[in-house]
């Protein structure tokens, strides 16, 4: 269902009456979690002055130790409604559950699966009957022809309206968190009509290399990206060291209007 080889034109999805897919460079943007109203709302600011045309937020958060910041819960989910209608942008977010996934598609345009999930299978299954897009990253460890069977899964239950995301995965490489594999881009655009977009965030690591992976998404013909946007990194509760500052929002912005019409 998801192959070009049985739908050869590719797919724009819409979120919320924003389109994803060719013709477009779609930049989702705000905190990697949702910690308090100010928080969110001075991040998603930010996000629309880089460009954004939706909203990012975690208000489950999906951490490698139990230790970590887990999210506010459905407080999270009330926090970025409340952000959506000051400023207008659809909301990305993220279900880390089969039992809760109705309750976030109440409050969300678009449901995430981490790569933490992309093998959760009845999670999968349980997007797929959510009447809600959905956007799929990568997991880390997976191969494309595995990120694409997980893809079939939620279109198998009848929902094909799904954005890739390629989000790096795990090499031998210490320098960075993750590898992205910017090939991943043309190959899953060649082989599947769903757009791809990046995460120059959650690949990287590292705010220093946002812009340029930025650039290198654009480059490639990415159909968006998904970045990490903090008005005060050091007090972030989750991932403080990708999130990107007032600063950066510019260089953004102009990456994204300088690079765009080339592709
Ligand atoms: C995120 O986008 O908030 C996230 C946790 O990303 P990933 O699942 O790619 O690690």
């Known amino acids: 269902l998801v192959s070009r080889q049985h739908h050869p ?3 724009v ?45 975690g208000a ?39 039992g809760s996934v109705d309750m976030v598609a109440s409050y969300a345009d678009m449901l995430q699966i981490g790569a933490r999930n992309m093998q959760n299978f009845a999670l999968l299954q ?8 959905v956007l ?7 191969t494309i022809e595995e990120w694409l069977s997980a893809a079939e899964y939620i279109a198998q239950r009848g929902n094909l309206d799904i954005v890739l995301c390629e989000r790096g ?30 995460d120059p965030s959650h690949s990287g690591g590292r705010r220093d290399l946002v812009v340029p992976l930025t650039r290198a998404a654009i480059a490639a013909g990415a159909d968006g990206v998904i970045i990490d946007i903090h008005p005060e990194p050091k007090t972030a509760l989750c991932d403080g060291d990708q999130a990107l500052v007032e600063s950066d929002v510019r260089e ?4 994204v209007t300088i690079l765009s019409p080339l592709m």
């Open 9 to 11: 034109a590719r797919s």
């Open 13 to 57: 999805i819409r979120v919320g009456g924003v389109p994803i897919g060719p013709d477009t460079l779609s930049v989702i943007a705000g905190p990697c979690a949702v910690e308090t109203p100010e928080q969110t709302l001075e991040a998603v600011r930010m996000a629309k002055r880089a460009g954004a045309c939706l909203l990012r937020g």
């Open 60 to 98: 489950f958060k999906p951490r490698t130790s139990p230790y970590s910041y887990q999210g506010l819960g459905e407080r999270g989910l009330r926090i970025l409604a409340e952000v959506r209608q000051e400023t207008g942008l659809p909301v990305v977010t993220e279900v880390i559950d089969p």
């Open 126 to 133: 349980a997007v797929g009957r959510a009447g809600r897009p």
């Open 136 to 142: 799929l990253k990568r997991g880390f460890s997976a």
């Open 169 to 198: 995965i795990r090499t031998f490489e210490t320098a960075t968190r993750n590898t992205l594999d910017i090939s991943a881009v043309p190959v899953v655009q060649r082989l599947s009509h769903l757009p791809v977009i990046v």
């Open 252 to 255: 953004i912005a102009d990456a």
